[in-house]
């Protein structure tokens, strides 16, 4: 799978925002280890805390279905669905990949036009905190 080709997933899934309150559309597109993709959007509620980021849909879609090995997520967004730079992810989906996903799980993130920016776990999240590095 190509960051490309996951970036497109992204931006499909990104059609299925629910986003009336902010209008920030967001699109993710997560590759297990198995080459299964699962697509999340972020879904808005009017009292915000409920939210849900489009990265943390695709990991709990994939999460109940057994998957527990990912390789990279590719993420888009932008207001009324316009992708008008990289959109990278919120600390709180960042520390659910850190959950899930070892240093060298990649993230990309898709621009305005066929670029993107990529970065790993490590890079995107700096002395992380992981809980089976703590446990003992």
């Not at 297990?32 to 009292?47: F, K, L, P, Q």
């Not at 805390?49 to 590719?74: L, M, Q, S």
């Not at 932008?78 to 899930?100: N, S, Y």
């Amino acid at each position: 799978m190509t960051p490309e080709k996951l970036i497109e997933m992204a931006k499909e899934a990104m059609t299925h925002a629910y986003a009336p309150y902010s209008g920030y559309k967001v699109g993710a597109a997560l590759l297990c280890a198995d080459g299964t993709v699962y697509g999340g959007c972020n879904i808005e509620n009017a009292s915000y805390t409920p939210t849900n980021c489009a990265e943390r849909t695709a990991f709990f879609k994939a999460v109940y279905d057994g998957h527990r090995d990912f390789k990279a997520i590719a993420v888009v967004g932008g207001k009324d669905g316009v992708i008008t730079g990289a959109f990278p992810p919120c600390g709180v989906c960042r520390q659910v990949m850190r959950e899930f996903c070892s240093d060298d799980f990649m993230i990309y993130m898709g621009t305005n036009d066929e670029n993107y920016q990529s970065m790993t776990l490590a890079e995107l999240l700096p002395f992380s905190f992981c809980a089976s590095e703590h446990m003992n």
